[in-house]
């Protein structure tokens, strides 16, 4: 698991990557969702107030739903903001991470792509 557990439905999804996980597409939190957070040093619990689901994500998920928060962005707009909070990574293992990490927050609704 890459960094979101849904306690409404604890088992994982595999989502395969498709043509909405385009390399520049850019995605954005679900309009008139609104999020409250638990957050911890390296992890959060987050509430999804349109599904009713509580998910618990860890330090890398928590970067990035805040990121998507305050504006679209693409997998490689995360992997820039999320390198410079010194998370140690490799660049291009970190996008692949981030693009996983996409495609589970598409997958519990989180996400959208932007239009």
Do not use: C
Not at 2 to 8: C, I, N, R
Request: a negative charge; glycine letters at 6%.
């Amino acid at each position: 698991m890459l960094g979101v557990l849904s306690y409404a439905n604890p088992l994982i999804v595999v989502i395969p990557i498709t043509s909405r996980m385009g390399r520049n597409r850019y995605w954005q939190t679900t309009p008139g969702q609104l999020f409250l957070w638990e957050k911890w040093k390296e992890e959060s619990v987050v509430y999804n107030s349109l599904s009713g689901e509580t998910h618990y994500l860890n330090q890398m998920a928590t970067l990035v739903l805040e990121f998507l928060e305050q504006a679209p962005h693409t997998a490689w707009t995360l992997t820039e903001a999320v390198s410079k909070t010194n998370m140690g990574e490799d660049v291009e293992f970190l996008n692949q991470q981030i693009q996983r990490l996409l495609e589970e927050f598409d997958g519990l609704g989180l996400i959208e792509p932007a239009e």
